[in-house]
């Protein structure tokens, strides 16, 4: 069983700039495919970014494309989330996941492991 811890969430300014980490516990597999979603009051989890677990692709939101940057450290089995130009819309409780597998699915569903998630709270 993986457990992933985020960190990193608060209160920003719009405009602002916020950089989330999310630490996995080595499990049965070395390194994990990784991602964030996030949930706004009253909506359901929507996909904003994901990272193969070689690093060889990623993939965006088209909400955060160009704000947002997906990294990972698989020494720390650690990903991060860099959000630029935040904005009151992007407010929301972000999750990280993870999976075995290569693939970068948008679907929740599509997910083995959850963190308890970190809210980001943009103030305009």
């Not at 996995?24 to 677990?53: D, L, N, P």
Request: charged letters at 15%; aromatic letters at 12%; proline letters at 2%.
């Amino acid at each position: 069983q993986v457990q992933l811890v985020e960190s990193g969430g608060g209160l920003v300014q719009a405009g602002g700039s916020l950089r989330l980490s999310c630490a996995a516990s080595r499990g049965t597999y070395v390194t994990y495919t990784m991602g964030w979603f996030r949930q706004a009051s009253g909506k359901e989890r929507q996909f904003v970014a994901g990272i193969a677990w070689n690093g060889a692709s990623t993939d965006y939101a088209d909400s955060v494309k160009g704000r947002f940057t997906i990294s990972k450290d698989n020494a720390k089995n650690t990903v991060y989330l860099q959000m630029n130009s935040l904005q009151p819309e992007d407010t929301a409780g972000y999750y990280c996941a993870a999976r075995t597998s290569l693939e970068l699915p948008r679907a929740t569903g599509a997910w083995d492991y959850w963190g308890q998630g970190t809210q980001v709270t943009v103030s305009s």
